[in-house]
């Protein structure tokens, strides 16, 4: 099983016509937040069960894809680490959370960031001080600040909302829109779980919220009342 074999693989998978799709959408345009980003052109399932077939390639390979240039093995570096780090004991996680801590500069794009941050990052963070992602959202770095929020979705799945809140509260002026986006998604996720914790939060901020950050949040409320939030009116 070589690194070499699953590149191949990536490329065999690729759809060139997909990767002029995939380009616009993750916005890699001069001045995009994905710039100079580049695509082969391969969908989600085909790299799952490339992930799947290579999942025997060590950990520091997958560091290695994770320098890639191309989205798409970056993206299989990050679940390879993922999938690594739900069969680890404690200090295997230890080294991957370091190792994804170290090359946060590579986990460059919302999908990427998604898809790996809350189960390595909010995992290995839970139950211990979450001080490190109240630093990240700090920085000055867009996707620092998207991993943080996306991190505590770890937390809400069990039942601990202070993380979100609290990070929330930092960025709630925050100008990007991926982080007015995560940030929403994040209270709509509690509110699924504690309508009343999502409510007690946003009736003491919604009136300041961008006005994305609110719609993501109160999406799945029942509508007159998401018009009274939308309207000022709670």
């Known amino acids: 099983m070589k690194l070499s074999d699953l590149k191949t693989e990536l490329r065999a998978a690729a759809e060139p016509s997909q990767a002029?799709?995939?380009?616009?959408?993750?916005?890699?345009?001069?001045?995009d937040y994905g710039e100079g980003d580049v695509f082969l052109g391969v969908k989600i399932p085909p790299i799952r069960a490339l992930v799947k077939k290579y999942n025997g390639l060590i950990i520091d390979d997958a560091v290695k894809l994770l320098q890639s240039k191309i989205h798409e093995e970056r993206m299989t570096a990050l679940l390879l680490l993922v999938q690594k780090f739900k069969k680890a004991n404690e200090d295997e996680k230890r080294k991957i959370?370091?190792?994804?801590?170290?090359?946060?500069?590579?986990?460059?794009n919302w999908d990427l960031v998604d898809l790996s941050a809350p189960n390595i990052v909010g995992e290995y963070l839970f139950g211990k001080s979450y001080d490190e992602l109240i630093a990240r959202a700090k920085s000055e770095l867009l996707w620092n600040k998207r991993i943080a929020v996306i991190a505590t979705f770890a937390f809400i799945k069990k039942g601990v909302f202070e993380p979100t809140f609290?990070?929330?509260?930092?960025?709630?002026?925050?100008?990007?829109?991926l982080i007015h986006k995560a940030i929403g998604w994040m209270l709509r996720e509690?509110?699924?779980r504690d309508i009343e914790a999502e409510e007690e939060f946003l009736q003491i901020h919604y009136k300041q919220m961008p006005r994305t950050m609110l719609r993501y949040a109160i999406?799945?409320?029942?509508?007159?009342?998401?018009?009274?939030?939308?309207?000022?009116?709670?």
């Open 20 to 31: 002029m799709v995939l380009q616009r959408f993750f916005k890699t345009g001069k001045g």
């Open 97 to 108: 959370y370091t190792l994804y801590i170290a090359n946060t500069k590579k986990i460059n």
């Open 166 to 177: 609290k990070i929330a509260e930092l960025l709630i002026n925050d100008k990007h829109d």
């Open 190 to 192: 509690i509110g699924k």
């Open 219 to 234: 999406e799945k409320f029942p509508e007159e009342k998401r018009q009274n939030y939308l309207k000022g009116r709670i």
